[in-house]
């Protein structure tokens, strides 16, 4: 059984889950940023709302293309938890320490060079370290492989 799943294992399998995911993370992870920051939010609450949302846009970008392969909402989601939580886990523990660590981001505007520019390393490490977990999971048939049934 493992070898199946081992074939389809490639760097470039992983890259592309891990992008998709990295795609829903970021959406989350912009949108929870630009709002904790334009609200002038605590830290913390900004952090929070930032990997609620990339959960939910990580899912919800899952879910899309399964219920386009005729899943029902139900099985939609169970697909959606089964691809991406350890991924998106992962994606943001690293994204959100990276913005953490960064003295002044969390502090910053939205018109500050520092604010885009730790966000957007902070994805591109997320997406980095995230790579090879994603690998790890494909070739155990986890993680984005329980989705492959269902693209086109």
Same mark, same amino acid.
């Given at each position: 059984?493992? /070898?199946? %799943?081992? &074939?389809? &294992?490639?760097?470039?399998? $992983? ?13 989350? /992870? ?5 709002? =904790?920051?334009?609200? $002038?939010?605590?830290? $913390? ?9 990339? !959960? &939910? #846009?990580?899912? +919800? ?6 219920? *386009?392969? =005729?899943?029902?909402? *139900?099985?939609?989601? @169970? ?9 998106? +886990?992962?994606? /943001? ?15 910053? =505007?939205?018109?500050?060079?520092? !604010?885009? =520019?730790?966000? &957007? ?5 997320? #997406?980095? #370290?995230?790579?090879?977990?994603? *690998? !790890?999971?494909?070739? *155990?048939? @986890?993680? %984005? $492989?329980?989705?492959?049934?269902? %693209?086109?």
């Amino acid at each position: 059984m493992h /070898e199946h %799943h081992t &074939a389809s &294992a490639t760097w470039s399998a $992983a890259a592309q889950a891990t992008l998709h995911c990295l795609t829903g993370c970021a959406i989350g /992870e912009v949108l929870g940023m630009v709002i =904790g920051t334009a609200f $002038a939010l605590h830290n $913390a609450a900004t952090v929070v709302i930032s990997i609620v949302l990339a !959960f &939910a #846009f990580g899912y +919800a970008l899952t879910m899309r293309g399964v219920l *386009r392969a =005729g899943l029902d909402v *139900r099985s939609a989601l @169970k697909v959606a938890l089964a691809a991406d939580t350890v991924s998106i +886990a992962v994606m /943001e523990i690293l994204d959100n320490l990276v913005i953490v660590a960064v003295p002044g981001a969390m502090d910053s =505007g939205l018109g500050d060079l520092l !604010f885009w =520019g730790s966000l &957007a390393a902070s994805l591109v490490i997320a #997406f980095l #370290f995230t790579t090879p977990v994603n *690998r !790890f999971m494909i070739s *155990r048939g @986890k993680g %984005h $492989a329980v989705v492959h049934q269902y %693209h086109h």
